[in-house]
């Protein structure tokens, strides 16, 4: 196999992008793959010892007919039967292979960027109740205002974390199973049951932990600008905080404890989770474009707009996960550089209603956890 395209030289925090890399979709297809032989195995009757694994696979070959099919799976699913046998994929379609698999890496990616984002939220929480009475100047318009306190610009972040995590717990993760043309017909022909997609479609959902939608969604891509939002929105969370921790840090109010060099300027400690941060929320309007784009879809499968989503869709979970990993990290890294009051902090109304409404709104959030 050639060098890898993309191994992280210039995604500086792409470790955390494993969550999405091809050998985790590839692994969430094999998945797929497995629970549609069992299901279906059962559901005609036939029994099957098979056990299809995605280590068995040679990578080379799948690229190769990756690219004469234009879709992975064509070249998978003859590699699975070799394991596996004729009832490998049987009565599916591509798409119901594809969609499925990137929505159980949907649901994985979002659960892990949910509680990295808990982890955050609960630094933020102990900071604003720390400093609910230490005063603040604010800026409105990039000019000084008024004084508030610390403890209220940290109870804003809560704000934020709290409605991306509320918008986190609505997103549903649907199974996609159609067959060639979204009807379901395949699987009737092949069992003799007219409501035989019915019932295959609730056991894979079962199986695989996904929602069952109780349709074929093939070109109704409702359910991916859904899963994109709640991704796009982790990120949108994370560039807004990364802009007030940058600006905050400029002027040496919180300040990262770790903080990065600079090639020309070896005295400089720079912001490095702030700046990443603001760079993955600037990005993150790209995937989305194009996949506001490509929801515009039409027959019973399109030829293009499906296979323009993979990589955004992909992206945009990339994104999420890297955002919420930085700002939990930037969080645990905060240090505070000015002086609490001397009075108790608790003892000052100002901001402490707003403080604690934050702390209250964003404990109620975090208790909600991923469906």
Same mark, same amino acid.
């Given at each position: 196999m050639a060098d890898a395209f993309d191994w992280g030289l210039l995604e500086p925090a792409g470790e955390a992008a494993s969550a999405v890399s091809d050998d985790r979709i590839l692994r969430a297809m094999v998945e797929v793959e497995r629970a549609h032989l069992a299901a279906w195995s059962g559901l005609l009757g036939v029994e099957t010892t098979s056990s299809l694994d995605s280590g068995l696979l040679d990578r080379d070959a799948l690229l190769r007919e990756s690219r004469r099919a234009g879709v992975p799976i064509v070249g998978l699913v003859q590699a699975l039967r070799e394991q596996g046998g004729t009832l490998v994929h049987q009565g599916m379609t591509s798409q119901d292979v594809m969609d499925s698999a990137l929505m159980l890496v949907s649901r994985d990616a979002l659960a892990a960027s949910r509680a990295a984002l808990v982890a955050a939220g609960r630094r933020f929480s102990t900071l604003a109740r720390e400093h609910r009475g230490t005063p603040f100047?604010?800026?409105?318009?990039?000019?000084?205002?008024?004084?508030?306190?610390?403890?209220?610009?940290?109870?804003?972040?809560?704000?934020?974390?709290?409605?991306?995590?509320?918008?986190?717990?609505?997103?549903?993760?649907?199974?996609?199973?159609?067959?060639?043309?979204?009807?379901?017909? $395949?699987?009737?022909?092949?069992?003799?049951?007219? =409501?035989? #997609? +019915?019932?295959? @479609? &609730?056991?894979?959902? *079962?199986?695989?932990?996904?929602?069952?939608?109780?349709?074929?969604?093939?070109?109704?891509?409702?359910?991916?600008?859904?899963?994109?939002?709640?991704?796009?929105?982790?990120?949108?969370?994370?560039?807004?905080?990364?802009r007030d921790l940058g600006l905050l840090a400029r002027d040496e109010v919180v300040t990262?404890?770790?903080?990065?060099?600079?090639?020309?300027?070896?005295?400089?400690?720079?912001?490095?989770?702030?700046?990443?941060?603001?760079?993955?929320?600037?990005?993150?309007?790209?995937?989305?474009?194009?996949?506001?784009?490509?929801?515009?879809?039409?027959?019973?499968?399109?030829?293009?707009?499906?296979?323009?989503?993979?990589?955004p869709w992909r992206e945009s979970l990339r994104?999420?996960?890297?955002? $919420?990993?930085?700002?939990?990290?930037?969080?645990? =890294?905060? #240090? +505070?550089?000015? @002086? &609490?009051?001397?009075? *108790?902090?608790?003892?000052?109304?100002?901001?402490?209603?707003a403080v604690d409404s934050a702390v209250a709104r964003f404990e109620r959030a975090a208790g909600e956890g991923v469906r």
């Open positions: 100047a604010v800026r409105t318009l990039t000019q000084e205002a008024e004084t508030t306190t610390l403890g209220t610009v940290f109870g804003g972040w809560l704000d934020v974390l709290s409605s991306t995590l509320e918008l986190l717990d609505t997103a549903s993760f649907p199974l996609q199973l159609g067959g060639a043309v979204g009807d379901g017909d $395949a699987f009737a022909r092949l069992s003799g049951d007219p =409501d035989a #997609v +019915v019932g295959l @479609r &609730r056991r894979l959902a *079962d199986a695989l932990g996904l929602a069952d939608p109780g349709r074929a969604w093939h070109t109704d891509r409702s359910a991916v600008l859904a899963v994109a939002r709640a991704a796009l929105s982790v990120c949108a969370a994370g560039g807004r905080i990364g990262p404890l770790h903080g990065g060099g600079s090639s020309a300027m070896p005295h400089k400690s720079n912001p490095v989770d702030a700046v990443l941060l603001v760079a993955n929320g600037l990005r993150a309007s790209g995937p989305a474009a194009v996949l506001q784009a490509t929801a515009l879809s039409y027959d019973a499968r399109p030829a293009g707009e499906w296979h323009a989503e993979w990589q994104l999420a996960v890297e955002s $919420a990993g930085l700002l939990a990290h930037a969080a645990e =890294d905060l #240090v +505070v550089q000015v @002086r &609490r009051t001397a009075t *108790d902090p608790a003892s000052s109304p100002r901001g402490g209603a």
